[in-house]
């Protein structure tokens, strides 16, 4: 899942990420509050995390700019303003959760997972193909009830592949959508995490679900083969 968090501090927005990304959330930061507004409106974010004070616009005005376009993504304001009145302005104007600071990082991360659960159906929030299973709000894969662990990056190419089961995905779409970078033709970086992941969910089990499409990328498929 990909998160998007606009945090005026560095060493906080910082902090922040790197333990969302050991938790394989897919992350975005930013410091300014235009830039903010522009990601969050223009790109599909799974949850938006929000600070008050930021330069350029604050966030009770991204918040009354973006509500109305993303009515359903999961907003949950992150600052220091801790007065009643502005807990209450922003949950009027539509933030899911309101968390003041200092805060804890492991509340932090529950009250994440109790946004993400809440936005997501169950056929969304966990995926499921033939005897693989992946789980995008408690971030956990299983093959033949048998967990696997993977880092970030491979959870996240994980997700990608099985949101897009059966279907041709090419190495552009896969590093657009998981690295969130333009595709430098000079780069193996794609081919080295698939084959991460094809040793442990398919060699592992000895039976192949991700599959190599010959000039086009990859497809990962209910109708797994024999290795």
């Known amino acids: 899942m990909r998160v998007l968090i606009a ?3 560095p ?3 910082s902090f922040v990420r790197k333990g969302l990304e ?5 992350v975005d930061v930013t410091h300014d509050g235009e830039q903010a507004k522009a990601m969050a409106t223009e790109l599909d974010y799974d949850l938006f995390m929000l600070d008050l004070n930021l330069p350029r616009m604050d966030g009770v005005a991204i918040l009354r700019h973006l509500r109305p376009r993303k009515p359903s993504m999961p907003i949950l304001v992150l600052t220091s303003r801790n007065r009643v009145e502005d807990r209450v302005q922003c949950l009027d104007l539509g933030a899911d959760d309101y968390m003041g600071k200092p805060f804890s990082y492991s509340e932090l991360s529950a009250r994440i997972r109790a946004l993400l659960r809440r936005s997501h159906l ?3 929030s966990v995926l499921t ?5 992946l789980d995008r709000v408690e971030r956990k894969v299983e093959r033949a009830g048998k967990r696997i662990e993977l ?3 491979e959870f996240g190419l994980l997700e990608y592949l099985m949101l897009n089961a059966g279907r041709r995905v090419s190495r552009t779409m896969i590093i657009e959508h998981v690295w969130n970078l333009s ?3 000079g780069t193996n970086v794609i081919d080295v995490y698939v084959n991460y992941l094809r040793r442990k969910v398919d060699q592992a089990f000895g039976r192949r679900l991700i599959h190599t499409v010959r000039g086009v990328g990859y497809e990962l498929s209910a109708k ?3 290795i």
């Open 7 to 9: 945090e005026d501090d």
């Open 11 to 13: 060493a906080l927005a």
């Open 22 to 26: 050991a938790e394989h959330y897919a």
């Open 122 to 124: 169950p056929a969304a």
């Open 129 to 133: 193909v033939a005897d693989l299973k």
């Open 151 to 153: 880092t970030s990056k």
């Open 183 to 185: 595709f430098d033709t």
């Open 224 to 226: 797994a083969n024999a």
